[in-house]
């Protein structure tokens, strides 16, 4: 297994359970690779399991980012919460896509995500890099005051 420089930091990258849409995690990866992460790509159709025993295998995870774009992620990641509860994933979990099957979007999509303990939402994958970069700067303390 390779394992990371220690000049980058580590994010776990997967698409959830019964997704097997594997395009956008490959270009994800391939953004937060040129932006200096070391991703762990768990692929397709990764299971809540696979990602806290990528999570207990890199402790120092900056965050796990979880993909779904057949609408199912609510069902996908009603184990996470518990999986949290334990201490088995204790980094920010970000989920983005399609988080709902339908036309129709719910109001309360997102809230019911953060009910599983999901702790970010994006609405665009162009938002990842940034909260990255946030979630890595207030780890260390060293947080910008933009003015």
Request: with cysteine.
């Amino acid at each position: 297994m390779l394992t990371p420089k220690t000049s980058r930091r580590t994010v776990i990258l997967g698409v959830a359970a019964s997704d097997a849409h594997a395009v956008a995690n490959h270009l994800i990866a391939h953004e937060l690779d040129e932006c200096g992460y070391y991703v762990v790509n768990l692929g397709v159709c990764t299971p809540i399991a696979e990602f806290a025993a990528a999570a207990r295998e890199h402790p120092r995870a900056v965050a796990i980012l979880i993909g779904s774009l057949n609408g199912h992620a609510h069902e996908d990641l009603r184990e996470l919460a518990k999986v949290k509860e334990v201490g088995e994933i204790t980094c920010p979990v970000i989920v983005g896509g399609n988080l709902s099957v339908g036309s129709a979007k719910s109001a309360d999509s997102v809230e019911r995500l953060y009910a599983l303990g999901v702790d970010y939402v994006l609405d665009d994958a162009s938002q990842i890099v940034g909260l990255l970069t946030q979630l890595c700067e207030e780890a260390t303390g060293s947080v910008r005051n933009v003015s």
